[in-house]
Structures are given as C-alpha cells and as structure tokens.
C-alpha cells in the first residue's frame, strides 16, 4: 500500500510544475520526502522538506526556491499552511486528511495563486476512515461550511500582557483600562474581581512572591487609581516580549545517567510518572522530570503505554466529527435494510465520489455489522475482546482526539478509584480504548457510574494535577503573561533558563497560590486548548439518555482495529511497523469470514481523491 501510494504522488510530481505535499505530523514529512527522492532521483536536488524544527536559515532558503520556482516538490507538516504568497505551485496534495474543513480549504489555497487559475487539491487517504473522513471533507468543501471558530475565553495572562502595554503608552485609569478590556471580545464578560486578581499580580506577582520578590516582578504601580509602570525597565522587557507564540523545545530523555535521545514537549505534556513509551529500542518508564530533562528507569518485558508518534496528531474538528456521523448514521440504515449495491449507488450520488471509492467505505462498514455494530449518535458501543490477561474495552465516541483524551482522563481516574490499579489508556478522534487486568473488569452498570456528568470539572482537575501537562502548560502561560519573560533587552535566554525559571515558579505556585491567575490560566488552558474538555463534558451530559451496549467479541471489531493498532505499534520492534499492522489485520479478519460469511474489508483505501474548483474528481488507484 505505502509502494502504491510513494508511485503515485511521484507521478503527480512529474506532471506538474510544482507541488506542495502535507502531511499532519514532522516525522511523516522526513520519512515522505526522503522516499520521494529516492523515486525520483532525476529530481532530487528539486524536492525539499520543510517544517518548524529545521534551523530557520534552511527554511527561509527552501521558501525563497519555492517562490522562485526552483523546487518540483516540498514536503511539509503544518508550516507552509500561512504567511508566504507561492505562486509558482500549481497542486497541492494532503496526505491523510487535515482534520478539518478551514484547513483543507487554506492548504488548497496555496496553489494556484494568479487571477487566471484556480486552486487544485488532492487528498491522499492513508486508510480507510482517512478515506471516509476524505469524503465528508469534500462535501463540506463544496457546501462552503467552515468549522465553528473556538475563541478562548478571558486569558489571564494576555490580559496581563495588554495591561502592561497600556501603562507603557501612558499611565491610565483603573476604570479606564477595565472598560478598554471589556470592549474585545473575549473579554466582554470579563468581571471587575477577574480583572482585579490580574492587577493584583502585576503589582508583585502574586500573594505567595510579593513580599520578598516585588521589585522582581513587579510590573505596574497603582497611585490614586492610575495605573503606571513600576519602573522605566519594564517599558523594554514589554518591548522586547510582546507576543503570544511559544516555541515548544525538546526534552532529553535520561536514563541513569546516560541520555537516551529526545521527545517533543508535546509529547512529554501527555504523561504522567509512571507511563510507559518506547525510546531509542526500549520500553522506559517515566520517572521524574526536570528543568527539559525526563528521567526514565528501564521496563523491560512490558507494553508501552503511551505511542510516541501520537503525541503530534491533530484532532479530528467539531463540524468534520459531525459530518462523518451523518455519514455513518446515514449507512448504517442503508445497510441494515437494502444491499450493500444501493448503499454504494447513495454514496456515489449524495457525496460524488467513485465506485472506487464507495466500494471500500461500504466494504468496511459492512465487516463492523457482521462483528458489532456501527456506532450512530443515541447509543454507546463498547467492545470488548479478551486478549492473554487483558481486556480492551473500546469506546466508541466519535468527538474528536482532544475530547476523547479529556473523558478518557475522567473515565480511568474513576474506574481507578473504584477498583484501584492503573487503566491503559489509548485515544483517537474516534474513541478510546481502556486496556484493564481481567481482575479490574467492569459491568455494563459500573460503567455507566464512571460516565457520570456530576463532578467531572473536578475530577479531570484531580486527572491533570498528576500529569505533565499543565506544568509544562504553565511554561507558555508565564512566558505570555510576562512572569518569565522570554527575551532580556539586547538579548535572548537560553531555553534551559526559561524552563528552569517556569519550573520553580510552577512548583511554588501550585503549594503556595493555587488560585493564582497565571496557574489558573494554565490550568484553564490545559483543559480547553491541549484537551476538548467542553464536548467531553456535553458527551457526558448527552450519554446517560443513550442506549448502552457491551459486546464482547472473538476479534477486536473493524472500527475498533485502528486504535488497537496504534497501541500495539509502539511494541513493533523487530519488523516494519507499518508491514506488521497489516499482517496482524489479514491474520485477524480472515476469521470474519469463516463467522460471517463475509470477506475481510480491506485495511486501507484504493482511491485518491482530487478537489479543483469545489468539484470532486476520484483517482483509482491500480490494484495490485
């Protein structure tokens, strides 16, 4: 499958002037852009990568060829999505869906980009829901519905940072300054004690530093209700510090006193002590963390817990997850009732796509009702299957990744405080999966009290206070709302200081003010921003009307085998990741037909898909 894909978007490369190919993760750029020089070796010195972790000299002279029109190709994650005009590109091509509408349409901008032509997309579905959700995509293109714009309520610490850029111009009135804040937006509901518990911060940097450290953090002064800065020093930290991007580093991974390598902080932010990943060959356990330091201890003979390369995955959009639940709701009817013929003759008409491509998408569908059931809006399926001393029970919740990692948190900290031990956790835009010890199994009742609406707010609170996530959270929070500031005048510090100071600054905060307004911010951050805690809380409140359903099955069912194999990948060591899920998929389902009658749905799709001008146009791919 990987060979037919590399074949064809090498092709695409020959015949076009210039292309821009996507994907969603850094990793997948390196890997992509290496094999397409490896395929086209004619056009090697003219097909570049491009993505935020490069040395910024590399990336300014990749961009400067691309406009100049001297690269056939650049392969690239997230970081040509904005900013520069490229008019020399004529195609662009995402491989695996961008997880939303707003983003498919503005990667597809960047093509075409005269008076005289039109933009022209491809979408590249690396399996077979990339290939439904490819679908719905290109519906909602041509129907122009964007995703919902999620704006981020009164943060504490740009409204620090505001404030401090208003006394820098003059000083201002308390009152004046409030009434400035609550005309934006996002601040309309801003109230006077909100509002207040930010100046008071400004004043000294908080109840618990003010006393000895004032003079240090001290930004402002207030005399007679003017606001001031407290010293002409800070007008050039303000200057040299306005902003509210922070570049995320990576953290060294030590073991003993040995240096394994290095992860993302993304990746670190989803751990907590004691979790399990995969690193340079090994099983490691997480131990500690430092300043940008993450100390493991070796866990030989045990599953990793947390897949590493999940931890740059985007989350699936609010109105994308709703479009492939019509989608879904919609085939399920068709199948329960008339052949899988006229299921494909609807899927072709309604959503202009192929028989190429609405062939698999019924083929898969129809595997999930010979084994389960397809999960539709008003029920909650959970499948379970045995396999040696565990039990996988997966849950279907269609909500998006960063939903799905905010309930799953609440659902393990609660099956834990039932019946004590730790849950294996794995997500996806489409579920979670808890991983129990057959002793820590569950009745479809007791399930049901763990996806309670009551004291969800607290318990994910409780959820995170044990996590890295808002600790490493804080570091961006601090830096914004300047408490460590990132530049010095006439100088940058070093990311190790920045992380150091934000370290201890965290760690006296969280025992000493736990309601101060940059920890709350981070807090507020880690909930509504890195996780979806808002949809988790209305699945909450929606589920207890749903009808419930606990199937245990012989193989894990064909909506079920991606988040299966994504916890079972890490532990991949001895063969091709990507060469063994497919083997274990064939091994699994050439069962269905020996239950069902049915043949196995194929693991991945046939079909690219091409979107120019608003219309669909459907590639098949040769089959081997």
């Known amino acids: 499958t990987g060979i037919r894909l590399y074949a064809e978007l090498a092709e695409l490369i020959r015949s076009r002037r210039s292309v821009i190919v996507f994907t969603n993760v850094r990793s997948a750029a390196e890997q992509l852009g290496l094999r397409l020089k490896e395929l086209l070796p004619e056009l090697a010195n003219q097909i570049e990568t491009h993505h935020a972790s490069l040395d910024r000299s590399v990336r300014l002279e990749v961009e400067d060829r691309l406009k100049n029109g001297e690269l056939r190709a650049v392969v690239c994650s997230t970081s040509l999505e904005l900013g520069i005009d490229i008019g020399a590109v004529d195609l662009v091509v995402m491989v695996a869906t961008p997880k939303g509408v707003s983003r498919a349409i503005q990667r597809i901008g960047r093509s075409g980009h005269s008076l005289n032509k039109s933009s022209h997309g491809v979408l590249v ?16 293109v041509r129907e122009a519905v964007l995703d919902p714009i999620q704006v981020l309520e009164k ?30 937006y996002p601040f309309r509901a801003l109230e006077r004690d909100e509002f207040e518990h930010v100046l008071e911060y400004l004043i000294g940097g908080g109840e618990s530093l003010q006393r000895q450290y004032t003079g240090l953090f001290g930004k402002i002064a207030i005399v007679e209700g003017m606001i001031s800065l407290a010293h002409p020093r800070v007008t050039r930290e303000f200057l040299v510090n306005i902003g509210t991007i922070v570049s995320e580093g990576f953290v060294s991974v030590l073991l003993g006193r040995r240096r394994l390598g290095s992860v993302e902080e993304g990746f670190i932010k989803q751990l907590q002590v004691g979790d399990l990943f995969v690193l340079g060959g090994r099983v490691v356990r997480l131990i500690d963390t430092g300043v940008q330091e993450a100390y493991v201890e070796r866990a030989d003979g045990h599953l990793p817990t947390i897949p590493r390369w999940n931890a ?21 009817d068709r199948l329960r009732t008339g052949p899988d013929a006229e299921a494909i003759d609807w899927l072709v008409e309604s959503y202009q796509i192929s028989i190429a491509n609405a062939q698999p998408i019924v083929e898969f569908f129809r595997a999930q009702l010979a084994i389960s059931e397809i999960p539709v809006v008003g029920k909650l399926l959970i499948d379970l299957y045995r396999e040696d001393d565990f039990s996988h029970y997966f849950f279907h919740a269609l909500i998006g990744r960063s939903a799905n990692d905010a309930l799953s948190r609440i659902v393990a900290l609660r099956v834990r405080d039932r019946i004590g031990g730790n849950a294996l956790v794995t997500i996806d835009d489409y579920g979670f999966l808890l991983t129990l010890r057959r002793f820590q199994e569950l009745p479809l009742a007791q399930w049901k009290g763990c996806f309670r609406r009551a004291q969800a707010e607290e318990d994910l609170h409780a959820a995170l206070r044990g996590s890295e996530l808002v600790k490493w959270q804080f570091r961006g929070v601090a830096q914004t709302g300047l408490m460590v500031p990132r530049n010095l005048p006439g100088r940058e510090r070093k990311p190790r200081q920045l992380s150091w100071s934000s370290e201890v600054l965290f760690r006296v905060l969280e025992q000493h003010e736990p309601d101060h307004p940059l920890l709350e911010e981070a807090y507020r951050q880690a909930t509504h921003t890195f996780l979806d805690a808002e949809t988790a809380y209305s699945f909450l409140d929606d589920v207890q009307g749903y009808q419930w359903t606990l199937r245990e099955l012989p193989v894990v069912s064909p909506f079920s085998f991606p988040i299966y194999a994504s916890k079972i990948k890490e532990s991949m060591m001895l063969e091709d990741p990507a060469a063994a899920l497919e083997r274990i998929y064939f091994e699994m389902y050439s069962r269905v037909e020996q239950l069902t009658g049915n043949p196995a749905p194929a693991p991945v799709p046939a079909p690219m898909k091409e979107m120019k001008a608003g219309k669909i146009r459907s590639r098949s791919r040769s089959k081997e």
Do not use: C, Y
């Open 125 to 140: 579905a690396t399996n077979i829901n990339d290939l439904v959700e490819a679908t719905a995509t290109a519906q909602l």
């Open 155 to 184: 943060p504490n610490d740009v409204l620090a940072q505001h404030i401090v850029g208003m006394a820098a111009l003059a000083p201002i009135a308390v009152e004046d300054a409030f009434a400035i804040v609550r005309r934006a």
């Open 312 to 332: 740059a995955k985007m989350p699936l959009t609010s109105g994308l997850a709703r479009a492939v639940r019509d989608l879904r709701a919609e085939l399920n």
